[in-house]
């Protein structure tokens, strides 16, 4: 069942996006060469705790960090720790969200540490790319299909993998609602589209081969061909004038 939210209800998930779009920011300016993943993670945990406001994923299934931290072919779901030390050229995803009076915030953004080469860089701006062409097709006229068809259209022109194991999803006073949204499918099918939806849409994009597996800590995903992987996401409110992102700085 997708839950629809009401003006009022969207300005009160645009706090929360708010917040969490000022969070991630932040992070990125600690991922520096030489920090941990864990120093990341600390740092999120603390602004959280000066904002008053809540990480969302602490606990969620159990997820034992405040930030999902993915570096490199790590593609989401990576556990934060102190002898992860980031160093000149990573990549390094960060997904994050916050709860503020019970509604959900839900970003991800992918940082280069210090200089990173060309292909890093390319992977960065189309996997970013892609996800406003998904959000481009968050309008009334439109099907749910047609969002990851735009996002798959996109990075495969450029010979990159959308990864079909994850997906994103609807968002309101849970982190995870009705609907899946993946970010591969047919143009035109799927449900309508509807104001007062709000989505989380999260391509996780590779430079080599689609699939994905899970390490024996039971939360990295990883690809399985070793190829780098990024990882962007907003939550978006789709309105009868369009699309509107909430995690943003406004
Ligand atoms: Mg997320
Ligand atoms: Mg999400």
């Known amino acids: 069942m997708v839950v629809l939210k009401s003006t009022r209800e969207i300005e009160a998930m645009a706090t929360a996006g708010r917040i969490t779009a000022q969070i991630l920011k932040e992070m990125g300016e600690i991922a520096k060469p030489g920090a941990t993943t864990y120093d990341i ?16 994923f602490k606990g969620q299934y159990g997820f034992p960090a405040s930030v999902c931290i993915s570096v490199n072919e790590e593609v989401v779901h990576g556990i934060p720790s102190k002898k992860r030390v980031l160093k000149e050229g990573d990549i ?26 060309t292909e ?27 969002i990851g068809h735009s996002i798959q259209n996109y990075v495969e022109s450029f010979g990159y993998s959308v990864v079909r194991e994850f997906v994103g999803h609807g968002i309101g006073k849970s982190l995870h609602e009705d609907p899946q949204v993946p970010n591969y499918g047919p143009k035109g099918k799927g449900i309508p589209l509807k104001s007062g939806m709000v989505l989380a849409i999260e391509p996780m994009i590779n430079v080599g081969g689609a699939q994905v597996r899970v390490l024996k800590d039971g939360w990295t995903a990883v690809t399985v061909d070793g190829s780098l992987s990024a990882h962007f996401e907003h939550t978006i409110a789709i309105t009868d004038a369009g699309p509107r992102i909430l995690t943003t700085l406004g």
């Open 41 to 56: 993670d600390q740092f999120a945990a603390s602004r959280c705790k000066d904002l008053r406001v809540k990480a969302a």
């Open 120 to 146: 890093a860089e390319k992977l960065l701006k189309v996997t970013e790319e892609s996800l406003f062409k998904g959000i481009e097709m968050c309008t009334v006229e439109n099907r749910l299909f047609d």
């Open 92 to 117: 390094v995803g960060c997904d994050f969200g916050v709860i503020i009076d019970g509604w959900y915030g839900d970003s991800a953004r992918t940082f280069g540490v210090g200089k990173i080469n």
